[in-house]
């Protein structure tokens, strides 16, 4: 029942925010709507996160223990304009990522460090998208792990709809459906990755023209329960987003902020931020044919030392199943953008 209360009130939230599209007061600016241009360009990133976990037990033993991951990564993307209101978009990106760890015990025979192997793995994803015009788009993409001894491929097919009040003002649903992968994603993996939602739907509303938008978007996500460990399968999501273009300046920024909770309404315990934010400055050069944007994401996730099994040496000296951590997470970003 839960759940069937969370799908309905993701469908019926936005339409309280709907006459608010859809009142008397005209937000809206005409602006001049250039014709689609190809574009192509590539992305760079830096990504890292740490975790610290800290416990006693009654005989008066204690440890801490420490995971950091360091990660980094690149990115290739092309759009071209198929007919005069079809764009297609083709991106590929690479991620590799480190993680090290280590613990130290204090008991009565003094203290004593454990030696913790690293892990590391690649993430590649490979999307295809086509728009046509502002209301329809659809897509497929695929997401890749590989490590020492993983080995999982998942594909997603989705698609979005906007209808618009006028030409600042919309409503849209998005759907996503996708195959379960070949193999579990675990262990300390399961920290830093996640598979594509085996099902996801929502409803996203906007108003305001080019130079100053916002919006809000709520969505339903399941995963398969091979992806979460048998952690909890279903998670909402809500969002807000501004947006604001520079034109003199030939800059602009856009910022957006949300969070996740289970359908249990608890924190994720899986690779879901329970807080995040995303900022992201841009500028145009060239005669506006050179696009550069800087990016920075950073969320608060929960973070089980079960969860990693270079960790699993602990289990000697105590009980971890229930030790947590809500530790900070970022990804700082720098993207080129050349219109062909």
Not at 28 to 46: D, K, R, W
Request: aromatic content about 14%; hydrophobic content about 40%; overall charge negative.
């Amino acid at each position: 029942m839960k759940r069937l209360a969370l799908v309905v009130f993701v469908i019926l939230f936005p339409f309280c925010l709907f006459p608010q599209l859809t009142s008397g007061t005209d937000y809206s600016v005409i602006t001049e709507v250039e014709a689609p241009q190809a574009f192509t360009g590539f992305v760079l990133y830096n990504e890292r996160s740490e975790s610290l976990w800290n416990a006693g037990s009654e005989t008066g033993s204690s440890f801490s223990a420490k995971s950091e991951m360091v990660g980094f990564g690149y990115g290739l993307f092309f759009s071209y304009p198929a007919k005069s209101d079809i764009i297609t978009l083709f991106s590929a990106e690479h991620m590799y990522r480190d993680i090290t760890s280590s613990a130290v015990i204090t008991d009565q025979d003094g203290i004593q460090g454990l030696k913790i192997p690293s892990a590391n793995f690649h993430e590649i994803s490979v999307s295809f998208s086509a728009m046509a015009g502002r209301n329809y788009e659809a897509g497929a993409r695929l997401l890749h792990f590989s490590g020492e001894t993983l080995r999982s491929n998942q594909i997603g097919l989705y698609g979005s709809y906007r209808v618009y009040s006028n030409r600042n003002r919309y409503l849209g649903i998005t759907a996503e459906v996708a195959s379960e992968g070949n193999e579990v994603i675990t262990d300390s993996l399961m920290i830093h990755a996640l598979s594509i939602p085996a099902f996801s739907a929502g409803i996203n509303t906007g108003f305001g023209p080019e130079e100053a938008f916002y919006g809000a978007e709520i969505s339903y996500l399941s995963f398969h329960a091979s992806s979460v460990r048998d952690e909890t399968q279903g998670y909402m999501n809500a969002k807000f987003y501004y947006g604001r273009s520079f034109r003199e300046a030939k800059a602009r920024i856009y910022v957006e902020a949300g969070g996740n909770i289970s359908d249990e309404f608890s924190a994720p315990a899986v690779r879901l931020p329970l807080f995040y934010y995303n900022i992201l400055f841009g500028t145009e050069l060239i005669e506006r044919r050179l696009n550069i944007d800087i990016g920075w994401n950073y969320g608060i996730y929960r973070t089980m030392i079960s969860d990693m099994k270079e960790m699993d040496e602990l289990n000697d000296h105590f009980n971890i199943s229930g030790i947590s951590d809500d530790s900070g997470s970022y990804k700082f970003s720098i993207k080129l953008t050349l219109r062909l």
